[in-house]
Each structure stands twice: as C-alpha cells, then as structure tokens.
C-alpha cells in the first residue's frame, strides 16, 4: 500500500501550529503569574492569601519579605467599603 506522500504537508503544518499555540498559550499564562506557572484548585484559604497578597504588593502573585506591612495595610480592607444597611 503507498503511502501518500502529500499528506504530510499538511500534518507538518497542523502539528506546528498546535505546538505554536500551546507554547504561546503557556509563555502568556506564565506572563500573567510574573513568571510562575498558574495556580490550580484554589480553595478559600488560597483566596483569602491573594487577596492579601494584591493588597500588600498590587499582585495576587506579589510576596514581600519585609516583616512590617505598609501603613495603608491597615484601612484598605473590603470591610470598610461595604456599605451597611
């Protein structure tokens, strides 16, 4: 049986740019993280440490080494903003 040489091509192509777009796709996830790859099952507890970690640092990645947190740590909650009835 002979093997049909034109059909290559186009394999070739298609499985280039399947591996073109899943190494984009990872190289912009990665991006997005500052360079760690992203984050699976979070739980409430993983989101309660990024959202405290976006306040103190601006990132939900960001972590600081510094043992004091800034002065406007203090009042930057989302209890504040609430408004109560």
Known sequence: MPVPWEALIPFGLVTAMFGAA???LGISKRAQNQGKPPRYHI???DETMMERDKRLTGHIRGQTST?????????NSEWYTEQTR
């Open 22 to 24: 899943g190494t984009l």
């Open 43 to 45: 739980d409430p507890w």
């Open 67 to 75: 043992p004091a947190a800034p002065e406007e740590f203090a009042t």
